[in-house]
Nanobody, 125 residues
Framework: QVQLVESGGGLVQAGGSLRLSCAAS????????MGWFRQASGKEREFVAA????????DYADSVKGRFTISRDNAKNTVYLQMNSLKPEDTAVYYC??????????????????WGEGTLVTVSS
């Protein structure tokens, strides 16, 4: 059974950094796309970043390009989201997700097969 467990959220001041982790288990993820999504209070869930587990291409939402970086550690079966230059509008619950049969578009919430429980990131001004 696939399990995705996020960690690393917390409270940080604007301009600061956080690194989120997503520990993945229950499958071999080498053919999966792994994504990060977020949901702010009162808003819809939105795409943040995604990458194929094998590496190479990485996709980012325009709002985080140049500030966030998605990466993975094969040995630890973990995907990371490094978040720099955080802004109050980055405040949200961040979710890790996995797409077992990825197509050409990696930002579709409906395409994700597995989700973690989320970790809260709060950026104070």
């Amino acid at each position: 059974q696939v399990q995705l467990v996020e960690s690393g959220g917390g409270l940080v001041q604007a301009g600061g950094s956080l690194r989120l982790s997503c520990a993945a288990s229950g499958r071999t993820f080498s053919t999966y796309v792994m994504g990060w999504f977020r949901q702010a209070s009162g808003k819809e869930r939105e795409f943040v970043a995604a990458m194929h587990w094998s590496g190479g291409r990485r996709d980012y939402a325009d709002s985080v390009k140049g500030r966030f970086t998605i990466s993975r550690d094969n040995a630890k079966n973990t995907v990371y989201l490094q978040m720099n230059s955080l802004k109050p509008e980055d405040t949200a619950v961040y979710y890790c997700a996995a797409d077992k049969l990825p197509g050409s578009t990696w930002s579709r919430i409906q395409a994700m097969d597995y989700w973690g429980e989320g970790t809260l990131v709060t950026v104070s001004s």
